[in-house]
């Protein structure tokens, strides 16, 4: 297994593979929010593939990469929504509001986590103890977000074009990758182990690799209007369109 570092340069240039081809197919403009993911990501991980994991250096540029990478995630998963649901507005902000409540309840969580063991972190590496707290629910309360809108699309019928569904499968099977990796880590004292986090890196570099080779240019992959012939679909089209009705009076008030 590759080090570490070779993972992190590794998953650096598929992250910018990856915005390098939303760029080239001018899909930037549209997908900002996953654009300034994909980059935040690359730039990050290329600057800890020159770190040692355990020096001093390489914990700030940690630390303020997360904190930069928490800001990028939350307006990628806004607009998840926004690309998603173009076409519901009422649905959206509901979905937007639901996103900023969970936020909100994780930094509650987080703080009282850490207010309640703030005098027995472990074993000297207190506050990076600290910041994966925090970062686990963060981590955890986006993913719970993103699980939601991922099956609320596997159940509506959206037909959204092949880009834009590409780019929130990868978004999405990126953020549930790390959350998945970072519960495993949870099981260690001291919230991290580098074997799980190596293949964490690699798993993400792959899914980058993957989002790059599936995105088409707008010419080659047009979106297609399909008609709805099948009673279930056209049923489940009504139940949307009563919800997002339902949603905007109720946002109206």
Known sequence: MPTLNEAETFQSAAALLAALRLLTLGLARRQKGLFSFLCTTSAVCFTLS?????????????????????LVSIRAVR????????????IRTAAGWSLYASLAFSLLISAGLTFSHWQRGPHGTVSLYYVQVV?????LALSV???GMMLFLSRYPLHLSRNTNISCFFFSAVFLAQAGIDLVDTFDTKLYSLSFDTVEVLICSGLFVGWTLLLRSEAEAPS?????????????????????????????R
């Open 50 to 70: 020159f770190l040692p994991p355990a020096s001093p250096n390489y914990f700030w540029i940690f630390l303020s990469g997360t904190l930069i990478t928490w």
């Open 79 to 90: 607009e998840m929504f926004t690309l998603s649901l173009s076409e519901y507005p009422g």
């Open 135 to 139: 970062d686990r629910v963060i981590g």
């Open 145 to 147: 977000v993103v699980a």
């Open 224 to 252: 297609r209007r399909v008609s709805f012939e099948d009673p279930r679909e056209s049923e489940l089209l009504r139940q949307l369109d009563a919800m997002n009705r339902l949603l905007s009076r109720v946002e109206r």
